[in-house]
């Protein structure tokens, strides 16, 4: 996604982070098979080191995207209140070339699953990008109709 975003020339509008919902692997770096993948598919290195997603994550981003369901629930358990389910969804809600619903794991698996994984977030990170555009244009769109109409 960060890559897309630096493609498009978003990078001061559109904040991208990453965080997961175990303790496992705080503070490590990508996982060396993905960040092979992404070198090979993209020509691109995967930066940064993991951290743990936490609930201050709710009000400081408007987009929480889960990789799968389990994650999903995982999050949305956090938000006791349900104040901030209306901003978690599933990645996968936004392919166009992959019907799939769950990111797959591709951890305990070889190579090949990485290279899955990689080609189905390119995917889904292209129709987030989409989705996002669009409904920046949608709230500005309105921001001014209803200036204008009042």
Excluded: W
């Amino acid at each position: 996604m960060r890559y897309l975003i630096e493609q498009n020339n978003l990078s001061d509008q559109i904040i991208c982070d990453s965080a997961g919902t175990c303790s496992d692997h705080v503070g490590e770096p990508p996982d060396q098979r993905m960040n092979s993948a992404a070198m090979e598919k993209l020509n691109i290195s995967l930066q940064g080191c993991s951290r743990q997603f936490h609930s201050l994550d709710f009000e400081n981003f408007d987009l929480i995207l889960a990789m799968d369901k389990e994650n999903y629930d995982d999050i949305l358990s956090l938000d006791t209140t349900g104040q901030y389910h209306h901003k978690v969804r599933l990645m996968c809600e936004f392919t166009s070339k992959f019907t799939v619903e769950e990111v797959p794991d591709p951890y305990y698996g070889g190579s090949e699953g990485f290279n899955l994984v990689i080609d189905l977030l390119i995917d889904a990170s292209a129709g987030l990008l989409k989705h996002i555009i669009e409904e920046q244009v949608l709230s500005s769109f309105e921001m001014v109709h209803s200036f204008t109409s009042s």
